[in-house]
């Protein structure tokens, strides 16, 4: 039988960028990601856009953020804020 931290740990992970720290315990955050075109071969950039909850508001924009999946916790709000891998240069 698994533990409780067992199954949170194999929750899907998130490295990206604080785009938006607007709203209330919450911050945007945008994930790049390289895709490889099917016939030319190039490889071209595709973002995707997150909001996460963030209980301290610790986080700024441009801050290289991760972030994990729980559940829901608003409308749009599905991820939550782990830890500052990086601050943003001033």
């Known amino acids: 039988m698994q533990t409780a931290t067992e199954k949170r740990s194999r929750r899907r992970k998130y490295v990206g960028n604080v785009i938006k720290t607007k709203m209330n315990k919450t ?26 909850h963030d209980e301290e508001k610790s986080a700024n924009v441009g ?19 782990i830890r500052i891998i990086e601050k943003a240069k001033d």
């Open 63 to 81: 801050d290289k953020v991760e972030i994990a999946e729980c559940r829901p916790i608003s409308k749009t709000k599905f991820t939550r804020f």
């Open 27 to 52: 911050i945007t955050v945008e994930i790049m990601r390289l895709v490889k075109h099917p016939k030319y071969g190039k490889y071209i950039k595709k973002s995707t856009v997150y909001k996460a």
